[in-house]
Each structure stands twice: as structure tokens, then as C-alpha cells.
């Protein structure tokens, strides 16, 4: 007899995968890539090193990560036909928007897009990470009328991501702030997006395919967007003396405070805790002390309300204040999000494939049934 089935709207109390990526513990606000914790990553790891360990389950040698370090970086560059498309877009399209497009382009011009071997798609992840920073910092580019910059093989994902962008080194600092932030979002279990892009690649369509439903599903306000919704939200207070009306008053319309709740964690989210502590001295830095200071506000005024309920700053609420004092534009803090989830979303979609099965839940029927059929002169 097949097993029962039961609805569980929003599969929040569904195990839909196995992994070996990450593991949280809501509970306890625990988050451990291949169980090393977050905290110690954000604080001694890199980027690149942490996508050695997403996607080799171990921490490299000194030497390994050299080698992983040059030729992930040495896939950098854009073919030039993605350069030649993006010049089309037009210059008001919101960056998500361009991105998600972006990425399903690359495929077009991967002679290895639908080559399923193990070994292509190990190579097709490299493209998709090492690329990624150079689509978004392009099409911002492109938007301001500003020439494209080039990609550096021989430079950090971070750093080089801040030049293409801006056209000139960032300090050490900036780039380091950075790093730090795509450390913190390169996995998270089974998001959203993760999700979207394991369904893709189970039907044993291809890399670029997943990573398109990727991108397009951490869109959302409820997912990625919620660090714009912050920058949106910090902007709309303006000052740390109206925080409080502000946030009362959406509690009472029963409105979400955005970077605020997590369908997982019932604890201070773990991205969260350091982040808070360095988007401090960040803010210091670089003059944006109000902005820390109205979300200093405004998570205290949430905890006295709302931490009965097990809701805290998320990794978006703190991000949103990095960003905005690295000078990023707030309708690019999304696609930073998504150049860091690459290393997970394709980490996940390689994990997949190993032993896969095709991921095609059932839906409870609402609608009637024995409807006879009208022909259209009749009705
Ligand atoms: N502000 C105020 N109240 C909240 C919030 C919030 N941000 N989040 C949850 N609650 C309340 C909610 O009103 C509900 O209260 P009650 O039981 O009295 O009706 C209770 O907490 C449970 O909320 P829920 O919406 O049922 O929880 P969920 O697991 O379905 O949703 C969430 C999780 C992240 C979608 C939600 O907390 C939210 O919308 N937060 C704001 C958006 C946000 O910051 N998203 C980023 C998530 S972290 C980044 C990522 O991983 O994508």
C-alpha cells in the first residue's frame, strides 16, 4: 500500500532532501558548513575556501587552495556575446531582473550546458560562481553609462567584484567586509532557492536552468529581497527618533518588520550575531552611524514585542547596513546575496544528481469535480 499522504502547507514540516552542505539547528541558532560554524568561517575563512568546503565536503591544503583559488578566478572573464546582450537591456531594469536573465545566458554560450558528466558540471559550477560578480558589477555599468570593466584573474572574488564595479580598487577593509558577507550567505540548507534549483536540475535539465530558477526564486520580499526591504525600511524612518512610532505601528497593522523572523530559526539567527557586531564598526568607519543606530533601535524595540514569539534579526538585517555603508546601491543587495548562494545552490544541484530522484510532490484538490462541459455558443 503507498504511504499516506498529509499537506503540509509550506513544507515547513517536510525533510524534502538530504545534504551534506549545511546543517541548522533553529532551536539553538546553530548554522555549520560541513560542521564547521559560521562563526569561525566569517571570522578566519574566505570566500573561495568556503566554496573549496561546499563543494569538497573539507577544508583545502595550503596548496589546494592556490590551485582552486587561480582557476576558479581564471574563469572570470565573460564571453563577450553575454557583454554584447547586456548592452540591450534596458538601463531601468530592476538588477534581479538582469541577473536571472544573465545567468540563463551564460548557458547559451557554454559549449558544456547540457553536458550531464559529473566532471562538466564541477567545471559549469566554476563558471557560474567566478561569473557571477562580473554579470551584476556589468550591468550596473551599463545602467550608468559607464564603461565595462574587465575582469582580474588574479585577484579575490571580493575585491574584484568592488573594482568591476566602482572601476577602482576598494581598500583592503571594503573587500574584506565583503568577504565576509558572501561567507555568510553561500548556504542554507534547503532556502527557497535552494529548493527551486534542486526541483530543476532533478528533472536532469541543466546548470544553468537550475541556476536561472535560483536567482528568479530569491527574488522575493520573503527570501533575498528582505536586505533591500531593510535599506527601504531604515530609509522610510530617516532618523533614530521615529523609529519607534514606525515600528509600533506596523506590529499593530500585524505588517512584517522586515530582517526581522526565519521560518527556521526560533533563535538569534548565527549569521546574524557577528554581523551585527562588524556592520558596527563598518558604520563607524565609513560615517553611517545613524543607520546602525536606528537598526540598533529598532531590534530592541522588536525584542520586547516579539522575542516571546522566537522573532530576531535575520543575516538580512544587518547586511543591509554593511552594504549601504560599502556605498552599494540597495537594488544590488540581492544579487550580492545570490553571487554568494551560487557556491550553495550548485554545491546542492552536484549533491542532487548523486543518487537522484525526480522531486514532484502532490496538491490537495480544492476545486469541483463531474462539471459538465459547455460549448462556448452556449454559455
Ligand atoms: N515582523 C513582525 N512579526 C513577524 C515577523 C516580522 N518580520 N515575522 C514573523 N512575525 C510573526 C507573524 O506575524 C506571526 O505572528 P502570529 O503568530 O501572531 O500570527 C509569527 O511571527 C509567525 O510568522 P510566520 O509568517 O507564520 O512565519 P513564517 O515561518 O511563515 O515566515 C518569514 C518566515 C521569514 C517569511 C517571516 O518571518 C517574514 O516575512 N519576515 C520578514 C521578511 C524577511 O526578513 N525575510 C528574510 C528571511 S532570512 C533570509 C533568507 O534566508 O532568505
Known amino acids: 500500500m503507498p504511504p499516506a499522504l498529509h499537506f503540509d502547507k509550506g513544507l515547513a514540516n517536510t525533510i524534502a532532501a538530504e545534504t551534506s552542505l549545511s546543517f541548522i539547528d533553529g532551536e539553538k541558532g546553530v548554522l555549520e558548513y560541513v560542521g564547521i560554524d559560521i562563526d569561525s568561517l566569517a571570522r578566519h575563512s574566505t570566500f573561495e ?138 548556504d542554507h540548507g534547503l532556502n527557497a532557492s535552494t529548493f527551486g534549483a534542486r526541483v530543476t536540475i532533478a528533472t536532469l535539465s541543466d546548470m544553468y536552468s537550475a541556476m536561472a530558477t535560483a536567482v528568479g526564486t530569491l527574488k522575493g520580499p520573503l527570501h533575498g529581497g528582505a536586505n533591500e526591504g531593510v535599506m527601504h525600511m531604515l530609509a522610510e524612518i530617516g532618523s533614530v527618533e521615529r523609529v519607534d512610532a514606525y515600528v509600533q505601528d506596523k506590529l499593530a ?9 526565519h521560518r527556521v530559526y526560533k533563535a538569534y539567527d548565527p549569521r546574524a550575531t557577528y554581523l551585527k557586531t562588524f556592520a558596527e564598526k563598518i558604520a563607524a568607519d565609513t560615517g553611517n552611524e545613524k543607520l546602525y543606530e536606528m537598526s540598533k533601535r529598532i531590534e530592541a524595540i522588536m525584542h520586547d514585542a516579539v522575542a516571546a514569539k522566537g522573532i530576531y534579526p535575520n543575516v538580512d538585517f544587518y547586511s543591509a547596513t554593511t552594504y549601504a555603508s560599502l556605498g552599494l546601491d540597495l537594488d544590488l543587495f540581492t544579487c550580492l546575496f545570490a553571487m554568494s548562494r551560487m557556491a550553495g545552490w550548485t554545491g546542492h544541484c552536484i549533491e542532487q544528481l548523486d543518487g537522484n530522484r525526480l522531486i514532484r510532490p502532490h496538491a490537495e484538490y480544492t476545486g469541483p469535480h463531474g462539471v459538465p462541459y459547455v460549448p462556448v455558443s452556449d454559455r
Open 253 to 261: 497593522r500585524k505588517d512584517k518588520v522586515m530582517g526581522f523572523g
Open 49 to 186: 575556501e568556503t566554496t573549496f568546503l561546499l563543494w569538497h565536503r573539507r577544508l583545502p591544503t595550503s596548496q589546494e587552495l592556490g590551485e582552486f583559488e587561480r582557476e576558479l578566478h581564471a574563469c572570470a572573464p565573460l564571453p563577450p556575446g553575454v557583454i554584447d546582450l547586456l548592452r540591450g537591456f534596458p538601463r531601468s531594469a530592476p538588477p534581479m531582473h538582469a541577473l536571472r536573465t544573465l545567468v540563463s545566458a551564460l548557458g547559451l554560450y557554454d559549449p558544456e550546458s547540457d553536458d550531464p558528466s559529473a566532471e562538466a558540471n564541477a567545471r559549469k559550477a566554476m563558471r557560474l560562481v567566478a561569473r557571477t560578480p562580473g554579470l551584476i558589477a556589468a550591468f550596473d555599468r551599463h545602467r550608468k553609462g559607464k564603461p565595462i570593466v574587465q575582469a582580474d584573474p588574479t585577484t579575490s572574488i571580493a575585491r574584484d567584484f568592488l573594482r568591476m564595479l566602482n572601476g577602482v580598487d576598494p581598500t583592503p577593509a571594503m573587500a574584506h567586509a565583503l568577504d565576509i558577507c558572501l561567507v555568510l550567505h553561500a
